[in-house]
């Protein structure tokens, strides 16, 4: 019996056949970004090669941490990821990296990057309900407050009150959901 992230992957690459997924250490330019990224934060995103996974060009770049993670895990970072493969096809590579680095500025309000992100951990969250239960998704908030307010994606959006209302906004869509379904 196939797993629940390797029934996803599978859809996925129906969706997308060129899809790969690619170890980060293999890739010259995801070890410049790292060093790249290391060096604009002042070394607060000094994890991006070992920690973050990144969809670039129709294919996920894994840490080695990859191997590691369970089913669950898998599955709900696919969803995420393939969130940003549906931006990606939407808007193409050159739209996608100029919303992504451009608007309003590369660090510190990043307004763009903001809104992609949020679109996919507004999936990140739902799966979260879906595999651990609400409580679980309700438990993400002060990570992702983190994210978007330090230098995991350069301080992106540093209005926390915006990411919390972000966030209740989400987990009401969700507790909506279970209610109407009761």
């Known amino acids: 019996m196939q797993s629940r992230h390797e029934a996803l992957l599978r859809s996925i690459r129906d969706e997308f056949p060129r899809f790969a997924i690619v170890p980060k250490r293999e890739s010259a330019l995801q ?40 089913d669950d ?49 507004v999936e990140t969250i739902r799966a979260t309900a879906e595999v651990h239960g609400l409580d679980a998704a309700r438990a993400l908030e002060p990570e992702i407050l983190r994210r978007y307010t330090g230098p995991d994606y350069g301080w992106m959006w540093p209005f926390p009150s915006a990411v919390r209302r972000w966030f209740a906004e989400a987990i009401a869509d969700l507790e909506a959901e279970a209610a109407s379904t009761d």
């Open 73 to 121: 895990a898998r599955y709900i970072l696919l969803r995420h990821e393939r969130v940003h493969l549906q931006q990606r096809r939407r808007m193409g590579d050159l739209v996608m990296a100029l919303v992504y680095l451009l608007p309003f500025f590369p660090l510190f309000l990043a307004w763009g990057r903001a809104r992609i992100e949020w679109e996919a951990y």
């Open 31 to 70: 070890r410049a970004i790292g060093v790249f990224l290391a060096v604009v934060t002042l070394g607060g995103q000094r994890h991006y090669l070992s920690h973050y996974h990144t969809a670039m060009f129709g294919k996920l770049y894994v840490p080695a941490s990859w191997d590691a993670m369970d």
